[in-house]
């Protein structure tokens, strides 16, 4: 069993990664949508480091980069607003597994963020 404090790190982590979204298993549906671009990104950086190319953010895609995500001049909404562009756009993106159709439309659903 948890201890409260553990619990509570973890409700909390929880509530920063997905908001208000109520169903646990849609919780679960955006944090690993979240580690699969992640993961994506970290590629992209080992690549480079070795003397490669990036696979997948690249060309108009390259500022959807999660290292640009997390950069220090956007505030909480922009950093929100950004992210869930890309989800959308990902589907457009010819170098991502086919992915990110569904995870763009789950992204859309959950945070209530659309394009006009």
């Known amino acids: 069993m948890l201890d409260a404090e553990t619990k509570s790190r973890i409700d909390s982590a929880r509530d920063i990664l997905v908001g208000k979204v109520p169903d646990p298993k849609s919780q679960v549906e955006q944090i690993t949508i ?12 080992q690549a ?7 696979s997948f953010f690249k ?3 390259k500022k959807y980069r999660w290292a640009d995500l997390l950069d220090k001049r956007f ?6 607003l950004l992210y869930a562009e890309s989800i959308e756009r990902m589907n457009e993106n010819k170098n991502i597994p086919s992915f990110s159709a569904t995870s763009s439309r789950a992204c859309s659903y959950r945070t209530g ?3 006009p």
């Open 75 to 80: 505030g909480g909404q922009e950093r929100l």
């Open 34 to 45: 979240a580690l699969i671009y992640k993961f994506m990104d970290d590629m992209d950086r």
């Open 48 to 54: 480079e480091e070795l003397g490669g190319k990036a």
């Open 113 to 115: 963020i659309r394009k």
């Open 59 to 61: 060309g108009e895609f």
